[in-house]
């Protein structure tokens, strides 16, 4: 079966650097996408990796090994703006979304 | 990046009444558009995929009769939730894929609140 596996919930410091681990298992496989998701609000792109190796944006980075079904997403000086839910989804065979059940970034100051 | 709206952003109704949720991408042509529910502290559910000009696929669990789609234009898709029930109250999302665009990506709407009282 499809499966995306994200942790639940995270806590990291104002200023600090957070790393959110994701592994898939998809049927075919046509890329890795990371999102943010605030309270309420929907999804909002952040990255997206269909060949290996580390993608930078700014504060965010996103990795891929597809060998080892294994993507991560960097977050580097996190501010507080910067709590919210993050979504790893991966793109099957048919061109459609698995996702994961999101990791929630707490921030403290 | 890519618009998509959705309408009305918030609704509430009596149990037993219908809700029509409007999707529209407001600068690209999508083919395919995909309706999510989500649940308070829960991920996204994908309901279905509405092709235009073709009639929708519905995961599995998802009444086609109580949540019916309609894909009229390469713009606008609709949800409607027929009779609905206090169970039905979520928040639904509405994403569309630009085919024409960078890495089959898809771009969300700004999600509708549905209360059934």
């Known amino acids: 079966g499809q499966n995306i596996d994200q942790p639940t919930e995270m806590t990291a410091t104002e200023g600090a650097i957070v790393q959110i681990n994701c592994t898939y298992q998809?049927?075919?496989?046509?890329?890795l996408f990371w999102y943010q998701q605030h309270a309420g609000e929907a999804p909002t792109f952040l990255s997206y990796?269909?060949l290996d190796g580390l993608e930078e944006k700014g504060r965010f980075s996103s990795f891929l090994s597809r060998s080892k079904g294994y993507s991560y997403l960097l977050l580097k000086e996190l501010q507080m703006k910067d709590s919210a839910s993050y979504l790893c989804?991966?793109?099957?065979?048919?061109?459609?979304?698995?996702w994961g059940a999101g990791t929630k970034l707490i921030i403290k100051p | 990046g890519a618009v998509v709206s959705q309408h009305p952003s918030w609704v509430i109704c009596k149990s037993g009444t219908s809700v029509k949720i409007e999707c529209r991408s407001l600068?690209?042509?999508?083919?395919?558009m995909f309706w999510y529910r989500q649940f308070p502290k829960q991920s996204l559910m994908l309901m279905a995929t509405?092709?235009?000009?073709?009639?929708?696929?519905?995961e599995q669990g998802v009444e086609k009769d109580k949540f019916l789609i309609n894909h009229a234009s390469l713009t606008l898709s609709t949800l409607t939730v027929t009779s609905a029930h206090p169970e039905d109250s979520s928040f639904y999302i509405c994403?569309?894929?630009?085919?024409?665009?960078?890495?089959?990506?898809?771009?969300f709407g700004p999600g509708t609140r549905l209360t059934v009282l």
């Open positions: 509405s092709n235009e000009g073709s009639k929708a696929t519905y």
């Open positions: 600068d690209f042509q999508a083919t395919t």
């Open positions: 990796n269909v």
């Open positions: 998809t049927s075919g496989f046509n890329g």
């Open positions: 994403s569309a894929r630009d085919l024409g665009g960078e890495a089959n990506e898809q771009f």
């Open positions: 989804a991966a793109m099957d065979s048919n061109y459609q979304l698995i």
